[in-house]
């Protein structure tokens, strides 16, 4: 079969993987279409398998999600579609759906024996573009290269406006010429080719190197596009904001009214999730619970997440746009990062206001920026309160206790502003999969209240964790990471470049490597941690902003409670700002790094923090977040951070543990 | 071969009736035209798949309802999970009585629910018993030097 066709096409040209697949010839197309299946059900899953290869299709079969999962992110671009089941033990196949299509953007297939409505309604919210009922018929498989060539159009038509629009209309014209049997495909069969055409004639233009995850160049929603953007749904109202309307109102010239949609698509589920998930009581479940929305929120979210915290003056400006910028920049990684950072923040952050995500403080965050106003636009689902919370948090930053609410809130502060850079951080996303150092958006630390105050703690821990658990690219994770760390600990300066130190032990590690990462980014003087020996040297550091109550101390037991209890992320996160740091030529303290490296081995499987970090940790630690282990106090945004910081991580390391490339706001789930 | 004929005759009558009769549905036939030269066992090897799993989800079926209180929504999931697999292969009868079970379930009615386990194991096992004999059936042909018949 065509197995052997599918091989063939992946080298043939050197594109994406998916690029190659539809270069095939089209005589064989669309044979050599990989697709992943993924169904508990022993004898379902066989004859699936069995019959996607009558279809020459190259196919890969696994019996948990989690394992799919992780050969998605492994293979970034190994995987042409999903079919998933929805009743699985190990994972809710909805929440499956929702963590590819933000990590990995590919499309979803759910199928069940159960027809009933609703849940087909739900395969239609959280993103499904298909849903089977069981059986399976041959025939319903044999159409499902339809959707790849759909999102691909979809893609490619929403990645830079500034693509020649022109070839695209030219050949959206074209008539179907393929003959398809199946109703469902007719639409798209004819249209891959000229859509084929189109995309390779794009890629030839289109960077190459851009985020693996994807070829086309795609919108990118910076953290003023996406402040602009929020504030347009505002102002028309959550219910009525229509994509039409809100590109009036954003008046942005080369906007298109399908990136509008998409981004409204990604939003509106994120707000969902954040509805979900502030529901959660504080405490370390609780993290995983909204987790797996807060992952989604995140993801989706990156921009508004990162802005609104940036808003509320928690976060340093520049740690929003950093982790916006992983966002955003992230192709394949869609928000799932987020989650991670979020979840940590919970741990992190037991702090007073678990809940505040978007502090109604906007003016500390905002010094620099207008992301202030995104806060404004995004806690539709927030609740005002929290917002205050996270408000006052950012105050209290200087303390930088690591309690665990004002961290969590800081964090969350410094999540939101790290999107600012937008261009630094598709850069960043870019790398992340290489591991590089994280280019991607290092928190901006623009705001120095934000930076350092509440978050430092809640970063520090956070970061720790999830570098730790990257293992892969450390920096990336790290960078991703430590940006949000760093603002706590480094004060805003120091916040600002690193990634997210997550305090615990990397926070002098992470600190530096987050800071390497968020050079670009901080625009104060960030004091690299250099040498940080431990976290709370960090903290001293953060004390500047007054965010909340940080509680560095905090941090320190955080620290140990991270390095006791965790197994895994965490160690994994400290893992990885140390290895960050080392990277970045600070070899400074390690005594952390060591007991991170050790607990590192530990987690073995922890996610890194890059977005896989996050993300996988949302499934598989549904209640063991690190961020339980970290901070046992609940978290607030948890959610938000968490998924802030799986964005922040994915934009490292990405790599093939954690597969996630880097954030793009664009896949903000909405 | 007369053998071979005489056993090709016989099995293509027992596959008419168990279609017939309700045991199989179209799915079935849909497993059959899966199988080809590169999977020969193709549709032995899902059976029996098919088998070992229902043997599991029937045990934990009957655990599930035997605790002292019964989390229906478990009970439901196992269900859920056996018409998805019965459905896959074609045993339409299994299927069917898993509906009902569903709905007793739903209702949290325990005495419906345990007899529609017992409805359910019955019809499983008689599904199971048809299918090995069609199974030796084909090992007959085979044996003989035949082919096996495809039912259109």
């Known amino acids: 079969m065509n197995l052997g066709v599918g091989s063939v096409v992946k080298n043939m040209s050197g594109a994406s993987c998916s690029v190659s697949w539809k270069s095939n010839d089209n005589n064989q197309f669309p044979a050599g279409l990989r697709v992943l299946v993924v169904d508990d059900d022993p004898t379902c899953l066989r004859i699936l398998e069995k019959m996607l290869r009558n279809c020459h299709y190259e196919v890969t079969k696994s019996n948990r999600a989690e394992i799919a999962l992780s050969l998605l992110r492994e293979n970034r671009n190994g995987f042409d579609i999903v079919i998933s089941d929805v009743h699985m033990p190990d994972m809710d196949g909805f929440k499956l759906l929702e963590h590819v299509g933000l990590e990995m953007d590919l499309p979803v297939i759910m199928m069940s024996a159960d027809d009933s409505k609703d849940v087909v309604m739900k395969g239609v919210t959280h993103g499904a573009c298909d849903y089977l009922i069981k059986p399976v018929r041959i025939e319903a498989l044999k159409n499902i290269w339809q959707h790849v060539i759909r999102k691909k159009k979809h893609e490619w038509k929403d990645k830079d406006f500034d693509q020649s629009a022109t070839a695209e209309e030219g050949d959206r014209q074209q008539k179907p010429s393929e003959d398809v049997d199946y109703s469902s495909s007719a639409n798209e069969g004819g249209n891959w080719k000229s859509s084929k055409r189109r995309k390779e004639e794009e890629d030839e233009t289109e960077e190459r190197d851009d985020s693996s995850s994807l070829k086309k160049p795609r919108v990118v929603w910076s953290v003023e596009l996406h402040q602009q953007f929020v504030q347009a749904v505002n102002q028309l109202g959550i219910d009525k904001a229509v994509p039409k309307k809100i590109l009036e109102l954003m008046n942005v010239p080369g906007l298109t009214r399908e990136n509008v949609a998409s981004h409204l698509q990604k939003y509106r589920l994120y707000l969902r999730r954040l509805s979900g998930v502030s529901q959660h009581p504080s405490g370390l479940n609780n993290s995983f619970m909204g987790h797996p929305e807060a992952t989604y929120g995140m993801s989706s979210f990156n921009g508004l997440e990162l802005q609104a915290l940036a808003a509320t003056g928690q976060l340093p400006a520049q740690s929003l746009a950093t982790l916006q910028a992983a966002a955003l920049g992230r192709s394949a990684t869609k928000g799932a990062t987020l989650s991670m950072p979020l979840v940590d923040q919970r741990n992190i952050f037991s702090f007073e206001n678990p809940k505040l995500r978007f502090p109604e403080g906007q003016q500390q965050l905002n010094n620099s920026n207008k992301q202030i106003n995104l806060l404004h636009g995004i806690p539709t689902t927030m609740e005002p309160k929290q917002l205050a919370d996270l408000h006052q948090s950012s105050q209290s930053f200087g303390a930088m206790n690591m309690q665990g609410n004002s961290r969590v809130q800081q964090n969350n502060a410094l999540l939101m502003h790290m999107p600012q850079q937008q261009p630094s951080r598709a850069q960043m996303l870019n790398e992340t999969n290489n591991g590089s150092q994280v280019s991607r958006p290092p928190l901006t630390m623009s705001q120095q209240s934000l930076s350092s105050n509440g978050i430092p703690g809640a970063l520090l821990s956070r970061s720790g964790g999830i570098v730790a658990n990257v293992r892969g690219p450390v920096h990336s994770p790290v960078s991703q990471a430590s940006p949000i760390v760093d603002f706590s600990l480094n004060q805003n300066t120091e916040l600002q470049n690193n990634s997210f130190p997550l305090v615990r032990s990397n926070s002098g590690m992470s600190t530096m490597t987050s800071k390497r990462m968020l050079q670009e980014e901080v625009n104060s003087d960030i004091k690299r941690s250099r040498g940080f020996p431990s976290g709370y040297n960090m903290f001293d550091e953060l004390h500047q902003q007054k965010s909340q109550d940080w509680g560095l101390s905090g941090v320190g037991s955080t620290f140990d409670a991270i390095t006791g209890t965790l197994d895994v992320s965490p160690s994994m996160l400290v893992q990885q700002g140390i290895s960050s740091m080392k990277r970045n030529g600070q070899n400074g303290s390690s005594p952390i790094s060591n007991a991170f490296s050790s607990s590192r081995e530990e987690s073995g499987n922890v996610n890194p923090m890059g977005g896989n970090f996050l993300t996988v940790k949302a499934e598989q630690l549904p209640d063991a977040s690190y961020q339980n282990n970290f901070f046992p106090d609940q978290f607030g945004q948890d959610d938000l951070m968490s998924a802030l910081l799986k964005q922040q991580e994915s934009v490292g390391p990405v790599e093939s543990e954690f597969g996630f490339d880097g954030y793009a706001l664009d896949n903000l789930p909405v | ?152």
């Open chain 2, 1 to 152: 071969m007369e053998i071979v004929g005489k056993l090709q005759n016989r099995f293509m009558e027992f596959m008419r009736s168990l279609y017939r009769e309700g045991f199989l549905d179209d799915q079935f036939l849909q497993l059959q035209k899966l199988q080809d030269e590169s999977n020969p066992d193709f549709v032995v090897e899902v059976v029996s798949l098919f088998f070992e799993d229902s043997e599991k989800l029937l045990n934990n079926l009957a655990m599930a309802l035997q605790q002292q209180v019964v989390d229906y929504k478990q009970v439901d999931a196992h269900v859920h999970q056996f018409k998805g697999s019965s459905s896959s292969i074609g045993a339409q009868r299994v299927k069917n009585a898993c509906v009902a079970f569903r709905n007793f379930c739903e209702e949290k009615n325990l005495e419906g629910c345990m007899q529609c386990l017992q409805h359910a194991k019955h019809e499983y096992f008689l599904v199971k018993n048809k299918l090995e004999t069609l199974f030796r059936l084909e090992q007959q042909i085979l044996a003989a030097g035949g082919t096996v018949p495809v039912l259109s």
